[in-house]
């Protein structure tokens, strides 16, 4: 018994989500929580058990109402409990106070990486295979920078993450299972919806030896969707709270923000500047496993076959259901929906590639120290970042009352303009900017400057045009403390 608890805790698995849980520890104490618009939802939270203390009937209709992501709200619901409990009743405004939700919430994403390990195991492959596929999981930045926000995103995924394991299983309860859990990931978050898609047809799909088996497969699955809404909308009906479909309903006909032309590009840019050379490995690992067949592990290849599939898909649905049907707009946040396929299908390539022996010790060697190198400059521009909620926060410790100012047009001030000799400029997320102000008066002194949110390229993929990025790149979007003299002095 003792030796398998020794093997345990040295499992090299565990030893990797150690420490990307460690490094998702140190994202949310650098700051970053509350700069998006959409993290408002768990302050709506924080606010239903702040204003309903200790009447749970009010605060479950309060809950249950929520008509954005209702998953998340729930979800978060403990975290939120346990924030007030402790004294942090006022963290909307205090500096530091986030850390609690921000630290929880970021382990989704470090579970993420654990399930594509199960995934692996559960479909018939070795510990090996199935550690490289949680290495590259663990080692894409576009898994890590959002863990920092207070945002729905990685929950869902990893909801996601649980259909697919279950997905693989061949029982009626892993049906059954796989429905519910995949209509868990789209109610916390319905931008997930392809992966939701996605992840019912593999399960179908394992049942195509015979007719009667899928549509067994289909049927439980089913089933196991629905359990979900019905209990949620039960809830709904006994407390009076709406339903949630009409605010599904009202949540798809908001999102306008993007450009839909742009379906079939936006995923590819958006991973580059992300992912860089580790988007490369895994375009070359799916080539060569639609490409190169002969020779393969039958059963590897089947598997390696079906993740490449299905990361093609997303793709393509995106790509077509934006820049064809015009039906919705291509972000970031859901071009990541094919990660999680993409490194389960390079583990494959490697361990074919390593079994075949076409690749020695020394190759294998440079492969794990580039993957290393590559994604430590990935990740040092997140860790690095500075977010203006925290840059405020300082300078005015330091420099007392401070007026606001932007140096691109569009972006409207979130902050009251303050008679004040310091500027700070650009402290405030950038949303629609049109075009460069003209150049600060040369007697401007630039006392210091932070490089802002912004300028992290995979940022400018959430909802921008085009030529809102283009404005963003050609233009110093830093935030900047100035020292305009008197404070009738304004900008021009």
């Known amino acids: 018994m003792r030796a398998r608890a020794t093997d345990l805790v040295g499992h090299p698995l565990l030893l990797l989500l150690a420490l990307a849980s460690l490094l998702r520890v140190m994202l949310v104490v650098q700051g970053g929580q509350l700069y998006w618009p959409d993290e408002r939802l768990y302050i709506q939270v924080l606010d239903v058990f702040d204003l309903h203390q200790g009447h749970w009937f009010d605060i479950l ?15 978060s619901a403990p975290i939120a409990a346990v924030q007030l409990a402790i004294g942090h009743a006022l963290s909307r405004s205090g500096d530091g106070l986030m850390l609690l939700p921000g630290i ?10 654990a399930l594509v390990y199960a995934i ?50 061949s029982s009626r309860r892993d049906s059954l299972l796989c429905g519910a859990a995949a209509s868990a990931a789209f109610i916390t978050y319905n931008g997930y919806w392809l992966f939701v898609a996605t992840v019912l047809l593999l399960h179908v799909h394992e049942g195509r030896t015979a007719l009667r088996s899928a549509a067994t497969r ?22 009076g709270a709406p339903l949630m479909f009409s605010g599904m309903r009202r949540l798809a006909g908001t999102v306008s923000d993007g450009y839909a032309p742009e379906g079939f590009s936006l995923p590819w840019a958006y991973l580059w500047h992300a992912e860089h050379a580790l988007l490369l490995g895994w375009i070359g690992a799916a080539l060569f496993v639609l490409v190169g067949r002969t020779g393969w592990n039958s059963r590897r290849q089947h598997t390696a076959a079906m993740w490449v599939f299905a990361a093609v898909f997303i793709y393509l649905a995106l790509g077509c259901s934006s820049a064809i049907f015009h039906v919705f707009v291509v972000m970031g946040r859901q071009a990541r929906q094919v990660v999680p396929f993409l490194c389960l299908a390079t583990a494959a390539a490697v361990v074919e590639l390593l079994e075949r022996r076409r690749w020695s010790s020394w190759m294998v060697a440079v492969g794990v120290v580039a993957l290393i190198v590559q994604s430590g400059w990935n990740f040092s521009q997140p860790l690095q970042q500075r977010f203006p909620r925290d840059v ?3 300078i005015t410790t330091k420099y007392g009352p401070i007026d606001f100012e932007n140096t ?13 000799r310091w500027v700070l400029l650009n402290a405030q997320h950038l949303y629609n900017p049109r075009a460069p102000r003209p150049p600060l008066p040369s007697s401007v002194i630039e006392v210091m400057g932070f490089r802002h949110p912004q300028q992290f390229l995979p940022y400018q993929y ?9 404005v963003l790149r050609g233009s110093d979007i830093s935030m900047r403390l100035i020292d305009i003299g008197a404070p009738v002095d304004r900008l021009p």
């Open 392 to 394: 405020i926060a300082e």
């Open 104 to 113: 929880l919430l970021s382990q989704a994403s470090v579970v993420s990486i």
């Open 462 to 470: 959430e909802g921008l045009r085009p030529t809102e990025r283009q």
């Open 408 to 420: 691109i047009e569009g972006p409207p001030l979130t902050h009251e303009h303050v008679e004040s």
């Open 120 to 169: 692996a195991r559960r479909a018939g492959r070795d510990r090996v295979e199935a550690l490289i596929a949680a290495a590259l999981m663990a080692s894409a930045t576009t898994m890590f920078y959002y863990a920092r926000h207070l945002l729905p995103y990685d929950a869902a995924l990893t909801l996601g993450l649980v259909a697919l394991w279950c997905a693989v299983g």
């Open 218 to 239: 289909a049927l439980y699955a089913a089933v196991g969707f629905v359990i979900v809404p019905a209990a949620i909308v039960l809830v709904e009906l006994l407390t």
């Open 61 to 75: 209709k309060a809950l249950f109402s929520t008509q954005d992501h209702l998953g998340f709200a729930l979800l």
